[in-house]
C-alpha cells in the first residue's frame, strides 16, 4: 500500500518562490504518473503539474512558465518548484500518484501567498 506525505508549504509574498516535495512510501514514483494537484477555498481540486515516467510534463496555462515538476528516482521524492508566486495560487496543495487502477494521494500542504 503506498502513502505519500506533502511539505514545504508556508506562507510568502507574493513575487516569492516555494519548492514542494511528495516523499512515497510503497510505491516508487518512476513507474507512476505523478502529479500535483491544489484546492483553493470553495473551489473544486485541479491539476497544476503531471509527470509521466518517461519524464514527460505537463502544465495548465496559469503555471506554465512558473512551476516546475521534477522527480528524484533515488530518493523517491516529487518536487514542485513554484516561481513568481501571487494570491491565486493560494491553495492546498496535494501529491497524487497513478498507476492504473491504483491511486493515491496524500494529505496536502498549504501554500498561502500575501499580497
Known amino acids: 500500500q503506498g502513502q505519500l506525505v506533502e511539505s514545504g508549504g508556508g506562507l510568502v509574498q507574493a513575487g516569492g518562490s516555494l519548492r514542494l516535495s511528495c516523499a512515497a512510501s510503497?510505491?516508487?514514483?518512476?513507474?507512476?504518473?505523478s502529479g500535483w494537484y491544489r484546492q483553493a477555498p470553495g473551489k473544486q481540486r485541479e491539476l497544476v503539474a503531471r509527470?509521466?515516467?518517461?519524464?514527460?510534463?505537463t502544465y495548465v496555462d496559469p503555471v506554465k512558465g512558473r512551476f516546475t515538476i521534477s522527480r528524484d528516482s533515488a530518493k523517491n521524492m516529487v518536487y514542485l518548484q513554484m516561481n513568481g508566486l501571487n494570491s491565486e495560487d493560494t491553495a492546498v496543495y496535494y501529491c497524487?500518484?497513478?498507476?492504473?487502477?491504483?491511486?493515491?494521494w496524500g494529505q496536502g500542504t498549504q501554500v498561502t501567498v500575501s499580497s
Open positions: 509527470l509521466a515516467p518517461a519524464g514527460t510534463t
Open positions: 497524487r500518484a497513478q498507476r492504473g487502477l491504483n491511486d493515491y
Open positions: 510503497g510505491i516508487f514514483f518512476n513507474i507512476y504518473v
